[in-house]
Every structure is written in structure tokens, then in C-alpha cells.
């Protein structure tokens, strides 16, 4: 049998001791340095970040390509239908345009339908036309016109059907675009007066919405600070009045076709675009 060697290193001194610390101390410096210089920045791809494209306005198609192509995974996360964005294309990202990502970063994308969404009519025949009007806006309705016309049924200023705009009746629950032109009949006082709308507890945007339905007009629009307990935008105070009381009894006011109507409004204004974008013509 060949004969063993052994190898010893004497440990019975204390600089031998400290010697075997100091490799084994070493070795762990070295093995930490390979780690967070090599093989981490390898795995974590650091210093490979990238400019996100924007792609918003595009088609899906395109869209997804083109983040495809600069080394990102498009996920489509929501489908949803917002007025005055083109039809099937991309309305949001996240993260948005020129952020910067790792190569392999999920972009999330919302999507408009391919076509304007088919929603049913709610039934609306006896409401007045201020309570209808604000039903159909909550709704998602976005062209509607007023037709008025006598009703001996109903009183004046209640909505007695809905049309569509070649004059056809349509029925409550029935499926309607939400883009396409709705007429909303409304019953009529012989001297051709509206009564005017209730828009105190509105918000600004939604008394606007009823005032151009209405065929009335905003006149002046005056912001009060002195209301902390109440929600920014709400109408707190209108002239004139919805009605007034005499004698006991309340008596609703009246106003020709065309009038102005003043509001008082909590906190800010809303943008000049909103404030005078006329999005629902009346007849």
C-alpha cells in the first residue's frame, strides 16, 4: 500500500489562527463581489432600462406591436368606451409614455370597443324632463334633443316617449347607441312656456347638461367659498327660483324658450373646454 501524506497546518499558534480568519473572511468578500457584480446585474438586467413609446391614439394592433418591438409585453387589461376617443384604439397605458422600464416590463393597455356600446333605454314616461334628462346623462346618452308636443295627459314639462331621430318611437328596456341621436318627447303648456328646473344640489356640470336640454341658456355662473361642508362644483343657489309660495301654496315659475338662468356654484369652475362645449344641441 502507497503511503499517505498529510498536509497539516499548525493551528496551535495564534497568528495561524488568524491567518485561517482572514482567507476564510476573503473568500466571502469575494464570493459577495462576484454576486452583486456579475450575477446580479446579469439577472436584474440593470442598465438595460428602456424609454417606454407611446402608443395611445393607435390601433391594439399597432400598438401592441410597437411596444413588442421596443422589448416590452402589452397586456390589454380593460375594454372601455369613452366619448370623444376614436373607436378601437388604445385611451390609456401604464406606465404611461417615456417612463423608463426593464426590457420585459408588462405595459397595461385600455382599449375603446370597436363600436359605439348598445345600452337599454331606462323608462322615463312621466318624469319631469330635468329628473329624465339626468337619468339619460348618468346613463352614458350623449346626443339627445328635445321635441315638445301637446299632451293631454300629462302635465307640462313631463316626458311623454322617446324617439329616435327619424321620428320612430322607441320602447323602454329596448337597446339604443349611446352615440346615435335620442328625442326625447316632451309635453308642452299651450302658451309654450318651461317651467323652470330644479338644478340646486346639482353639480355644475349636470345643471348645464339640463339647462342647454331644456332649450334655456347658463347666464351667470358666480363661485362662493363660504360653503366648506358641501361638495366642490354643487349649484347652491339659482335665479330664478324653481317655484314661490303665495298664500300658502306653491306655485311653479315659468319661462319663455331661450331664458337665462344664474347659478351659484361651491369651489372651483370647471374648465373653460366644458364650460362651453355644447355637446347636446337643442331643436
Known amino acids: 500500500m502507497a ?4 498536509i497539516r497546518i499548525p493551528t496551535h499558534k495564534k497568528i495561524h489562527l488568524w491567518l485561517h480568519a482572514a482567507a476564510a473572511l476573503l473568500t466571502a468578500l469575494l464570493l459577495l463581489l462576484f454576486f452583486f457584480l456579475l450575477v446580479l446585474p446579469f439577472y436584474t438586467r440593470q442598465g438595460q432600462l428602456r424609454s417606454i413609446p407611446g402608443v395611445v ?3 391594439p394592433a399597432k400598438g401592441i406591436q410597437k411596444l413588442r418591438d421596443a422589448g416590452f409585453r402589452p397586456v390589454i387589461q ?3 368606451f369613452v366619448a370623444g376617443t376614436p373607436l378601437n384604439s388604445i385611451v390609456e397605458q401604464h406606465p404611461s409614455y417615456g417612463q423608463l422600464a426593464k426590457p420585459g416590463r408588462k405595459i397595461y393597455l385600455r382599449v375603446s370597443p370597436p363600436s359605439p356600446p348598445r345600452i337599454p333605454l ?3 314616461r312621466g318624469l ?3 329628473h329624465g334628462l339626468r337619468r339619460l346623462q348618468q346613463a352614458g346618452f350623449q346626443n339627445i334633443r328635445l321635441r315638445y308636443s301637446p299632451d293631454t295627459e300629462l302635465p307640462p314639462n313631463n316626458i311623454v316617449s322617446l324617439e329616435d331621430k327619424r321620428g320612430k ?3 323602454p328596456h329596448a337597446l339604443f347607441t349611446i352615440t346615435d341621436t335620442l328625442v326625447v318627447v316632451v309635453s308642452e303648456s299651450p302658451e309654450s312656456q318651461i317651467e323652470v328646473p330644479q338644478l340646486m344640489g346639482l353639480s355644475e356640470e349636470e345643471a348645464r347638461f339640463v339647462v342647454r336640454a331644456l332649450g334655456l341658456q347658463i347666464g351667470k355662473v358666480e363661485y362662493v367659498f363660504d360653503q366648506p ?3 366642490l362644483g354643487m349649484v347652491v343657489k339659482q335665479n330664478p327660483l324653481p317655484h314661490y309660495w303665495e298664500e300658502g301654496k306653491k306655485h311653479y315659475r315659468h319661462v319663455s324658450r331661450g331664458s337665462y338662468i344664474d347659478l351659484w356654484v361651491v369651489g372651483m369652475p370647471v374648465p373653460q373646454e366644458e364650460a ?3 355637446s347636446f344641441p337643442t331643436p
Not at 503511503?3 to 498529510?6: D, E, I, L, V
Open 3 to 6: 503511503p499517505r501524506f498529510h
Open 57 to 59: 391614439g393607435l390601433s
Open 78 to 80: 380593460d375594454t372601455v
Open 122 to 124: 331606462p323608462e322615463l
Open 128 to 130: 319631469s324632463v330635468e
Open 169 to 171: 318611437q322607441l320602447m
Open 229 to 231: 361642508d358641501l361638495p
Open 276 to 278: 362651453t362645449e355644447d
